[in-house]
């Protein structure tokens, strides 16, 4: 994983819900209260306050929205569009995605500059940021996939899945086990790759689109650990459903690579099966 600098302890990833969305990203995210690790942390000046692209070390343009303050856990962050264009950072794929970048705090250094920049000019409505705070284990109609390498004779990796038809589930994508491979020097490569982009199709069986039908795309967060969490509709009976998810990585020196992962969704419904 790319890090900023060891001088900032902690980080959670951010993600810009850009669906039909712009090539150079303007973004507001309020901090939320329940986000423990970040108000028990903060300094009191909020000076330790760093945002990045996806890559960890490129630095953002933002500036604080309104009043700030730790004791009343309130902070909401705005962030320039100025050096955060996609088509330079990741190319064309991530105009249209779920974006990531990271949120830094935690350094303690004496007499630290503040990182806000005061002349950002927010010039179109700002996408909304999400901070992830769910808990993949946290409800048994949750579903966590192991994301994995295609075997020599896959054209992309598969995997299964079956839900009621009334259950709207989350989806978790793992995809640390695919990135740690990838790391790897065996694999010749020993690059510090995050999830910059993130975008998802769903077919029926009868090969209609229906994305919209079954996910909300804006809610697709990318979380801690290279974790993305992937809210599923309703879905109707006896039906399968085709999920094609694409993930863009990025290392700090910028290189891209892409991993697909696909899911078969069958969707039932115990009710019309009882007496």
Not at 138 to 161: E, G, W
Request: glycine share 6%; charged share 20%.
């Amino acid at each position: 994983m790319a890090w900023l600098n060891e001088d900032w302890l902690y980080r959670t990833p951010l993600t810009f819900a850009n669906h039909g969305g712009a090539a150079e990203v303007e973004g507001q995210i309020t901090i939320p209260t329940a986000m423990g690790k970040f108000w028990t942390n903060i300094t009191d000046t909020f000076n330790d306050v760093r945002i990045t692209a996806a890559d960890g070390t490129t630095l953002l343009d933002w500036a604080f929205d309104g009043s700030k303050s730790k004791a009343n856990r309130t902070a909401t962050i705005q962030i320039d569009q100025t050096n955060h264009n996609l088509s330079n950072l990741y190319g064309n794929s991530a105009a249209s995605a779920s974006v990531g970048a990271f949120l830094y705090w935690g350094n303690y250094t004496t007499n630290l500059a503040s990182g806000v920049n005061a002349n950002i000019q927010i010039t179109t409505t700002p996408k909304v940021v999400h901070v992830d705070l769910s808990d993949p284990g946290s409800s048994a109609t949750n579903f966590r996939l192991k994301c994995y390498m295609a075997s020599p004779d896959q054209v992309y990796p598969t995997h299964r899945i079956r839900k009621q038809a009334a259950d709207d589930v989350r989806i978790y994508w793992d995809l640390s086990d695919c990135v740690m491979k990838l790391n790897r020097r065996n694999q010749q490569s020993v690059r510090n790759e995050e999830i910059a982009y993130v975008k998802a199709i769903i077919y029926d069986q009868d090969g209609n689109d229906t994305t919209s039908a079954m996910t909300v795309l804006n809610s697709i967060t990318i979380a801690d650990d290279y974790v993305v969490q992937m809210p599923i509709k309703a879905g109707d009976h006896e039906k399968r459903y085709i999920i094609i998810m694409t993930f863009g990585l990025v290392d700090e020196a910028g290189g891209m690579r892409v991993l697909d992962q696909r899911a078969t969704l069958l969707v039932n419904n115990l009710a019309l099966h009882t007496a």
